[in-house]
Nanobody, 123 residues
């Protein structure tokens, strides 16, 4: 069973930065296309950012473009979040799909999900 684990969430102030990390068990991390989604209280889970297996292509939600950067290395995926706003407050989830090419931007394209990490931005 593949496990996806997020880390790096926390409580910050408006304008601060946070960097989330995502790791997977089972196959080598490079086997997975990965993405980040978030869910705020009372709202549906939404796409944030995604990256192809080789790291060559990325995609972002309009709401985070220019502020968030998704990246990956051999073993870990990252979401660098800068200029955080109160509306970024949510539980952030990492998702993974093995052996898929391209950038996956919808929830239904992913097979594996982490438990989420809370990001809270105070005003």
């Amino acid at each position: 069973q593949v496990q996806v684990v997020e880390s790096g969430g926390g409580l910050v102030q408006t304008g601060d930065s946070l960097k989330l990390s995502c790791t997977t068990s089972g196959r080598t991390f490079s086997a997975y296309a990965t993405g980040w989604f978030r869910q705020a209280p009372g709202k549906e889970r939404e796409f944030v950012a995604a990256i192809a297996r080789n790291g060559g292509s990325t995609s972002y939600a309009d709401s985070v473009k220019g502020r968030f950067t998704i990246s990956r290395d051999k073993n870990t995926g990252y979401l660098q979040m800068n200029s955080l706003k109160p509306e970024d407050t949510a539980v952030y989830y990492c998702a993974a799909r093995a052996f898929m090419s391209g950038v996956l931007t919808t929830m239904r394209e992913y097979d594996y999900w982490g438990q989420g990490t809370q990001v809270t931005v105070s005003s």
